[in-house]
């Protein structure tokens, strides 16, 4: 009978024990990666976050909500989806973070939330401090754009599970709405228009049908591609546009108060545009939208002929040019496309809502009602792009 070795003891041979390094987590690359953030997180910060960066939790002064008759807390989570992997296969991270930035806090404006503050887990394969870095300060740019503290986040390395260059990246936002000031479905009339804001470009959703396209098509990303006027790859990485300081600005310009008011937005985010607007109409309405009042960007014509996708798989997916939709009164409706084209964001009315009636056109993939699991209102696409 042989006995056990003691737990201390080394069967290998090796004189070396086992350390936490030489399991692949390299704890030092992780504090260097933190002291080049560093600044780019602060930079974030305004007087309501207490303390700096490395502790256990973020804190955030919430006083002025003592101001608020009924504040309601909005917050959402989200991550970039298979968008990093052309980050990576391009060794470009410095752009990711306002992919991730964009799908977490213009969730929270949909209902007129301001975000107040973030947090950000990446996980990786191997932690290179200057990649996570880049990811960390691109998160921060897009924080500053819309008015969000950045106030802690994580970073862990997964040895064995994802490659030495493999990384994900999530994120999580918490925003404050006063109670009678909140958007939605209920605020939404017959009689209102229907406002499209423009896409930056594919934003972060339907990589997985974009990358499966041009591997079939056998396009490298440093292909030079005359429609884009830039490479393949330079248009797929390039970032989701961040509108919640244009969505909070037009909200506060036309309160749900007046006449003239924003009653309601919608993230043009996975599922496309009639789904994610169909999720914010009350049910009995059905929101026109008119496909021939915008052109489609290159890029999305670039996917569909590429992959001769049909046109309702490619509006279910992408979206197509429109990445945020704001709901507004008649009454609104110019002011609102003019200021938002005045602080550079290209809009335009592409609908209107009316009472969903005609039940001879409630059929096909032009007609979307119930979406996502939100029994509500209807969009209908009518006439072809421009």
Known sequence: MTSAAPASGNTSGN??????????????????????????????????????????????DVSRLLTYKKPLLATSTDGVGTKVAIAQAMDIHDTIGFDLVGMVV????????????????????????????????????????????????????????????????AGAATGVI??????????????????????????????S??????????????????????????????????????????????????????????????GGLAANLARVLPHGLVATVDRSTWELPAIFKLVSELGNVPLADLERTLNLGVGMVAIVSPEAADAAVARLNDRGLPSWVMGTVTEDSDAIL?????????AKGVDGGAVRLVNAYA
């Open 362 to 370: 409630k059929s096909g993939p032009d007609y979307v009602q119930g």
């Open 178 to 207: 006063e109670a009678d000031n909140l958007l939605g479905p209920d605020r939404v009339r017959a009689g209102d228009v229907v406002i499209g804001m423009a896409s930056s470009g594919l934003h972060s959703n339907g990589y």
């Open 106 to 169: 213009d969730d929270i404006v949909v209902v007129g939330a301001e975000p107040l503050f973030m947090t950000d887990y990446i996980a990786c394969g191997k932690v290179v401090p200057e990649r996570i870095a880049d990811i960390v300060r691109g998160i921060a740019a897009a924080c500053s754009v819309a008015g969000t503290a950045l106030v802690g986040g994580e970073t862990a390395e997964h040895p064995g599970l994802l490659g030495e260059h493999e990384y994900d990246v």
């Open 15 to 60: 004189t070396a024990g086992i350390t936490y390094a030489s399991a692949g987590v390299d704890v030092e690359a992780g504090d260097r990666a933190v002291e080049l953030m560093k600044g780019a997180i602060k930079a974030t910060h305004n007087s309501s976050v207490i303390g700096g960066v490395g502790g256990f939790a973020g804190l955030y």
């Open 209 to 270: 049908l974009v990358r499966r396209v041009i591997n079939h098509a056998g396009w490298a990303l440093d292909r030079q591609v005359s429609e884009l006027g830039r490479t393949l790859g330079e248009e797929l990485l390039e970032p989701t546009r961040v509108y919640a300081a244009d969505c909070l600005d037009l909200a506060r310009t036309f309160p749900v108060t007046g006449g003239a008011a924003v009653h309601g937005f919608s993230h043009v985010t996975g």
